[in-house]
């Protein structure tokens, strides 16, 4: 695809996005050989994109109509700043419209929504096995932060952590 010529649409998702965010999350899935952790339903996706207090946003990409890709993200907040961020969870790009400028004008989009808002910081995270990934990211000006490794407790482990709380019934 030629990234000179080529217009690329970004909007917010609707509610009637919804199947397509679906459909998109599982190819990125695949991407990522991640298709096994892909538990969300349509349902999930509706109740917090949608939701009164739901919790993330997403924007879809299309090149004449077409669907090219999507970005999803939410609020964090950091204390030290003493201002809420914005946490870009996925940014996937169909590999027909790679190399249009689609991840480009996304990410950018995403910036300057975080800058309109006033957050503190944009931050993301990227497999470490992705070189071509971290290297469009670098080239736009990102960093990893080396100082910082995620830990992550999910299912059982959770669960038993959370079992220990005393918390009022909701």
Same mark, same amino acid.
């Given at each position: 695809?030629?990234?000179?010529?080529?217009?690329?649409?970004?909007? =917010?998702?609707?509610?009637?996005?919804?199947?397509?965010?679906?459909?998109?999350?599982?190819?990125?899935?695949?991407?990522?050989?991640? &298709?096994?952790?892909?538990?969300?339903?349509?349902?999930?996706?509706?109740?917090?994109?949608?939701?009164?207090?739901?919790?993330?946003?997403?924007?879809?990409?299309?090149?004449?109509?077409?669907?090219?890709?999507? %970005?999803?993200?939410?609020?964090?907040? /950091?204390?030290?700043?003493?201002?809420?961020?914005?946490?870009? &969870?996925?940014?996937?790009?169909? =590999?027909? $419209?790679?190399?249009?400028?689609?991840?480009?004008?996304?990410?950018?989009?995403? %910036?300057?929504?975080? %800058?309109?808002?006033?957050?503190?910081?944009? &931050?993301?995270?990227?497999?470490?096995?992705?070189?071509?990934?971290?290297? $469009?990211?670098?080239?736009?000006?990102?960093?990893?932060?080396?100082?910082?490794?995620?830990?992550?407790?999910?299912? &059982?482990?959770?669960?038993?952590?959370?079992?220990? %709380? /005393?918390? =009022?019934?909701?």
């Amino acid at each position: 695809m030629d990234t000179q010529t080529t217009l690329v649409d970004i909007a =917010p998702a609707t509610a009637a996005d919804v199947p397509l965010l679906d459909a998109m999350i599982r190819e990125f899935a695949a991407f990522e050989n991640l &298709e096994h952790q892909v538990v969300a339903t349509a349902a999930d996706l509706q109740r917090e994109l949608f939701a009164e207090a739901g919790g993330a946003e997403a924007l879809i990409a299309r090149i004449g109509g077409r669907p090219a890709g999507f %970005a999803l993200y939410f609020h964090n907040y /950091s204390t030290f700043l003493g201002r809420r961020g914005l946490y870009l &969870e996925d940014l996937f790009v169909r =590999p027909e $419209f790679r190399g249009a400028g689609i991840g480009k004008a996304l990410l950018r989009h995403v %910036a300057a929504i975080a %800058a309109q808002r006033g957050c503190g910081r944009f &931050e993301w995270e990227v497999l470490d096995w992705n070189a071509d990934a971290r290297r $469009f990211y670098e080239a736009l000006g990102a960093r990893a932060h080396p100082a910082l490794i995620r830990h992550r407790i999910d299912g &059982e482990a959770l669960h038993r952590l959370a079992a220990a %709380a /005393s918390l =009022p019934r909701q």
